[in-house]
């Protein structure tokens, strides 16, 4: 450590000097005035790690000083050690209140003097393990700010809800479907309503969270089904399911906003988030681009929803009226996937392997 002691007695300075080089691997500064100990802090180009104050001195006393070091930017926390004779110890509470860490008591028992000077190295080490910890902390927490950060549009790969995945390996999860599967299987959208508020009011770190609450719940109220759902972005989740387990987005949209009435995470300065769900959309295409386009047009269905969220209830049954649920638009149409779907079925039967490396 490096040391200054300020003493009025050119003695005890002398004595302080002489045991600290001899018995300690300290660098100690001497100086014999408050006002010289200012100065000499001042000039200092290396700051001093530990101080030894004698209370009385003429001029400027060791309380004042103490005081005025403690102002002093690097020092708000060096530990200052007062150097008291044992009549003068009722100054001791005045030079705690001033920022005194210890005392010392002359005549100076140098073992104990040694013993105080250690603790307080022990607490100018601990102090610096605290700053180096409060900025590792620190450090992480932008780490974590920055890894959360996104736009609203962005797809968010959320994590520890099980057939909650990310957007990427859901897609590729629809594309390696076989192809039997893939014509037995719908999507499905489902939209945040008040997602641009959210995103606005809420931190990274929170906004995912309610993200993750909101997919979880979806889930709950689809866990008789074999779904498997993304996050796509936009306050948008977009899923699969057999087209046998059936869909009824009205019934579905009431269940989970009913459920998200008691999530906090979706509690937002007392704005209920709600969501809609859109017309689900069946993947009876042969070609992986027919199967992405489907999920596109079950994004598309879920905006359009929530853009006219009085009447969707009326629009989606007349959508289906409009559209069967064969989801063939003409006899032609029909009769032309039949026949695909019979030779890609025969392909199957010929070679295990095909539907998987097709799909």
């Not at 893939?182 to 508020?197: C, L, N, P, Q, Y």
């Not at 866990?223 to 498997?228: E, K, S, W």
């Not at 009205?250 to 988030?273: F, K």
């Amino acid at each position: 450590m490096k040391i200054l002691a300020v003493d009025d007695d050119e003695h005890i300075c002398e004595l302080l000097s002489e045991a600290v080089a001899t018995k300690t691997e300290h660098t100690i500064v001497t100086v014999t005035s408050g006002p010289e100990a200012i100065r000499t802090i001042a000039k200092a180009k290396i700051p001093f790690d530990c101080f030894l104050l004698d209370v009385q001195m003429p001029i400027m006393d060791g309380i004042t000083l103490a005081k005025k070091i403690r102002k002093t930017k690097p020092y708000t926390r060096t530990p200052i050690l007062m150097l008291t004779a044992m009549s003068q110890k009722k100054y001791v509470d005045a030079a705690f209140e001033a920022g005194a860490t210890d005392y010392v008591t002359k005549p100076f028992d140098f073992l104990e003097l040694f013993t105080r000077i250690s603790i307080a190295e022990r607490q100018i080490v601990e102090h610096k393990e605290l700053i180096s910890t409060v900025s590792e902390m620190a450090s992480l927490k932008r780490d974590l700010i920055f890894n959360t950060a996104h736009s609203l549009g962005e797809p968010i790969e959320l994590t520890g809800v099980t057939q909650l995945i990310g957007c990427m390996a859901f897609d590729a999860h629809v594309l390696a479907m076989p192809r039997r599967q893939r014509m037995r299987t719908r999507a499905f959208g489902v939209k945040i309503s008040t997602i641009e508020s959210a995103y606005k009011t809420l931190s990274a770190v929170a906004f995912r969270h309610m993200l993750t609450d909101i997919g979880s719940e979806l889930l709950s109220v689809m866990a008789h089904t074999d779904t498997q759902v993304t996050y796509k972005g936009a306050g948008v989740f977009v899923g699969t399911l057999p087209r046998s387990a059936g869909y009824s987005g009205a019934r579905l949209e009431a269940e989970l906003n009913s459920r998200l009435d008691y999530v906090p995470s979706t509690h937002i300065d007392g704005l209920q988030n709600a969501v809609c769900f859109g017309e689900a959309v069946e993947l009876r295409t042969l070609t992986r681009g027919g199967a992405l386009h489907a999920l596109q047009k079950a994004v598309t269905n879920v905006h359009t929803r929530a853009q006219a969220p009085r009447s969707s209830g009326t629009d989606l049954r007349k959508t289906m009226r409009q559209h069967p649920a064969s989801g063939f638009q003409t006899e032609q149409e029909r009769r032309a996937y039949e026949s695909l779907l019979h030779d890609a079925l025969h392909e199957d039967s010929q070679t295990p392997q095909s539907a998987a490396t097709f799909g």
